[in-house]
């Protein structure tokens, strides 16, 4: 059974920083894209950042510079440092996993955290 649990939302202060945690069970994690998506209120999920097997990343450019991916595959675990915080850093923080082979796709989502930064 597949499943990605994201950790470390909450509440912060503007200029503040939180590091999120999403810990995947049930498939192969080494060989999948990880990344973070966030959706705030009434606005469509978009990428925040993403990590490929090699260890390339991207980031969106409202987050470049502040927000860091990383990823430890001996511990199934995709972070998401984000550091100097603003308030329009306010969504819902979703992690996710795809990989395309074999003319598949598989993309797999967690279930989301909250990250709320006050002004």
């Known amino acids: 059974q597949v499943q990605l649990v994201e950790s470390g939302g909450g509440l912060v202060q503007a200029g503040g920083s939180l590091r999120l945690s999403c810990a995947a069970s049930g498939f192969t994690f080494s060989v999948y894209t990880l990344g973070w998506y966030r959706q705030a209120p009434g606005k469509q999920r978009d990428l925040v950042a993403r990590?490929?097997?090699?260890?390339?990343?991207t980031y969106s450019d409202s987050v470049k510079g502040r927000f860091t991916i990383s990823r430890d595959n001996a511990q199934n675990t995709v972070y998401l440092q984000m550091n100097s915080l603003k308030p329009e850093d306010t969504a819902v923080y979703f992690c996710?996993?795809?990989?395309?082979?074999?003319?598949?796709?598989?993309?797999?989502w967690g279930q989301g955290t909250q990250v709320t930064v006050s002004s």
């Open positions: 990590i490929n097997g090699g260890g390339s990343t």
């Open positions: 996710n996993a795809v990989r395309m082979a074999w003319g598949r796709t598989s993309d797999y």
